[in-house]
Every structure is written in structure tokens, then in C-alpha cells.
């Protein structure tokens, strides 16, 4: 147990290629990921608390700090996270922090009074070739907020069941 503790980051898989042309691998994936989701929970304090864009992106930025400081190993980082591997994660990353800014400037929770959308509903399958990440759904569970009980400003409402 003791000599495991020591020898264990010297005995971690080194990766060698991501299978993905273009995406180099990181050597220090985790380091760099601490330190975009560290930047995102920082940034995204510009958007107002009652945002629902706010609250996802604080929930599943949180989520995945937590699961980077608590692993060492880019591949336990990778199953627990479920949204590709770390070096696609550090991507992911980098756009939010470029989204966030974006977002304040067009601030989409403001939505006029009397304002309506109109939903056009597609049900066609997605194709085979499409990846289908799956966010684990503790991330999202409970956006509402704890303490009145009311919804976040810009949740989804359900879609309606088409007959």
C-alpha cells in the first residue's frame, strides 16, 4: 500500500496517440483541465445567477473539476467523465470559455415580454455515425433552485407528447 502511493504515477499508462488526426495528446491532460474548469467557474460569474445556461454550466463544470481532482489517471478521468477523451475534453473546454463571454453579449434569458417561439418538432432517428455522449444525468438532476423551489430562468419546458 505504502509503495503503491509512491510508484503509482510512475506506473500510470502513458498514451500515445488519441486516434483522432489533429488532436495531439496532452501529456498533462489533468493539470489542464483543473485549470480550464477552474477559469470556466470563474468566468461564468458574469452571467446572471438565475440563468439557466448559468446553472448547467456551473453543475457539469463542477462535476468534472471534482472528478479531475479526485483521479490521477487520465483513463479513470475519461470513463468517469463519459464525454470522450481528455484531450477532447480540454476542446470542450476552451469553447466554453470562448462561449461564456458570447453569451453575456447576447444575454438569451432576456426575452421580451409577450415574446413567443415557435417549436418545430423532429423526430427523425439519428444516423449510426452520429457519437452519442451521454452526460450523466446526476449532473442535471435538481437544476431547480433549493431555495424558493422555482425554476430557472430559461429551463426547457417539456415537449409536448405528439398524438
Known amino acids: 500500500m505504502f509503495l503503491a502511493r509512491f510508484t503509482g504515477p510512475l506506473l500510470a499508462k502513458v498514451k500515445e496517440t488519441t486516434g483522432i488526426v489533429?488532436?495531439?495528446?496532452?501529456?498533462?491532460?489533468?493539470?489542464?483541465?483543473?485549470?480550464?474548469?477552474?477559469?470556466?467557474?470563474?468566468?461564468?460569474?458574469?452571467?446572471?445567477?438565475?440563468?439557466?445556461?448559468?446553472?448547467?454550466?456551473?453543475?457539469?463544470?463542477?462535476?468534472?473539476?471534482?472528478?479531475?481532482?479526485?483521479?490521477?489517471?487520465?483513463?479513470?478521468?475519461?470513463?468517469?467523465?463519459?464525454?470522450?477523451?481528455?484531450?477532447?475534453?480540454?476542446?470542450?473546454?476552451?469553447?466554453?470559455?470562448?462561449?461564456?463571454?458570447?453569451?453575456?453579449?447576447?444575454?438569451p434569458w432576456d426575452v421580451p415580454e409577450g415574446h413567443t417561439v415557435e417549436c418545430e418538432i423532429d423526430n427523425s432517428p439519428i444516423p449510426d455515425h452520429v457519437p452519442r455522449h451521454r452526460i450523466p444525468e446526476l449532473i442535471f438532476a435538481d437544476l431547480a433552485d433549493e431555495d424558493d423551489g422555482t425554476k430557472a430562468v430559461g429551463t426547457p419546458e417539456p415537449a409536448p407528447n405528439p398524438q
Open 22 to 107: 489533429g488532436l495531439p495528446v496532452v501529456e498533462n491532460a489533468r493539470e489542464v483541465l483543473i485549470s480550464l474548469y477552474k477559469q470556466t467557474l470563474k468566468d461564468v460569474e458574469m452571467i446572471p445567477e438565475q440563468a439557466y445556461y448559468r446553472k448547467t454550466v456551473e453543475k457539469f463544470t463542477k462535476f468534472r473539476l471534482r472528478v479531475c481532482e479526485e483521479e490521477e489517471d487520465w483513463e479513470k478521468i475519461e470513463t468517469r467523465i463519459k464525454c470522450g477523451q481528455v484531450e477532447e475534453l480540454i476542446v470542450q473546454a476552451k469553447d466554453e470559455l470562448f462561449l461564456i463571454p458570447k453569451m453575456a453579449e447576447w444575454k
